[in-house]
């Protein structure tokens, strides 16, 4: 476990984080024998137990030294480990930071290991808690369209013969297979979780799995989790810089708009102003016309007048 923490291998950067309970506060190699070596006072030959806490790509960025402390302390209130010796070691890979805790399970006051029983639902609590703490994404309780997924896998694989097939087949959804740490073969679908291949594939043995890729060499589950999940965040920086690419045209198109309604009011307001002006002059116009037949009447009166002055 000590050469596993401290061995560089991949790892950008490796840091002894913390070590609590231990007489050995320097070493981390002497602080895990000394945690380790209490499985010799009972039957069990697991003195250890080792959890990694792994916040998604860019939210491990947000996480304080207090908050990677707070993140081991919840998992060791919900995993039963309160008080017990304990190591945290971060790793930093890629550009992204994990940390790896590794608790002592010897319980010196009883004398007895601390049950591992159902950890697996005891880290997911963990994990519940530590999202809604830390204001993190909150991951799926369980995957929605896992019927689909197993009828999906389960037609490809009786339609196709070999491994490459498959591969390529199931490609197109998003899907990829890789080496997996627990069970032999994994499904990784479009958001980065994994399945166990062979309980996705109905009436299927794990033999003839085996037979299928025994020649085909596979990635490892892990690296095939990060790059797919590297390429969503590529997805979503792209599809983020379209929406604000959009944002502006949709800026500019209603700019352009505003533009065009204020020049239509303009041309509108100048054609009534026009109209007005036309009005009035019409109306001076007719009015000068009523004074100039008034003025000629009267001059015609004045003429007839005149040519019957004297018999008038």
């Known amino acids: 476990m000590a050469n596993y923490l401290m061995t560089k291998g991949d790892n950008d950067n490796v840091q002894v984080f913390e070590i609590k309970g231990t007489c050995q506060q320097g070493d981390i190699r002497l602080a895990l024998l000394e945690m380790s070596m209490t499985s010799q006072l009972t039957k069990s030959d697991k003195g250890l137990y080792h959890v990694q806490i792994c916040p998604a790509y860019g939210e491990d ?20 480990y309160i008080g017990q010796k304990r190591a ?19 319980d010196h006051e009883k004398g007895i290991m601390i049950s591992d029983s159902f950890s697996r639902l005891a880290q997911d609590r963990a994990r519940q808690r530590m999202e809604r703490e830390f204001g993190q994404t909150r991951t799926p309780e369980r995957n929605q369209h896992r019927p689909e997924l197993k009828e999906y896998l389960s037609d490809v694989w009786q339609q196709t013969k070999d491994a490459d097939s498959f591969m390529t087949a199931i490609a197109e959804k998003g899907y990829v297979i890789a080496a997996g740490t627990q069970r032999p073969y994994m499904v990784i679908d479009e958001t980065g979780r994994s399945f166990d291949l062979v309980r996705q594939l109905a009436n299927v043995k794990t033999k003839e799995v085996r037979d299928r890729f025994k020649e085909t060499k596979l990635v490892k589950e892990k690296a095939a989790i990060r790059a797919v999940r590297q390429k969503q965040a590529t ?25 065009e309604i204020a020049k239509a009011n303009d ?8 109209n007005d002006n036309k009005t009035q002059d019409d109306k001076q116009r007719k009015k000068q016309e009523a004074l100039e037949k008034l003025r000629r009447e009267r001059l015609e009166r004045a003429r007839r007048f005149r040519e019957n002055e004297r018999d008038l």
Do not use: C, F, P
């Not at 810089?241 to 209603?254: V, Y």
């Open 61 to 80: 960025r947000l996480m304080t030294d207090g908050d990677w402390i707070k993140a081991a302390d919840i998992l060791e209130q919900e995993a039963g």
């Open 235 to 259: 997805e979503r920086m792209h599809k983020s810089q379209e929406d604000a690419i959009d944002k502006i045209i949709l800026h500019q198109e209603k700019t352009a708009l505003k533009a």
């Open 267 to 274: 041309n509108q307001k100048s054609k009534a102003v026009a």
């Open 88 to 106: 945290i070691v971060l790793h930093e890979k890629n550009g992204k930071t994990h940390a790896h805790v590794v608790w002592e399970r010897y």
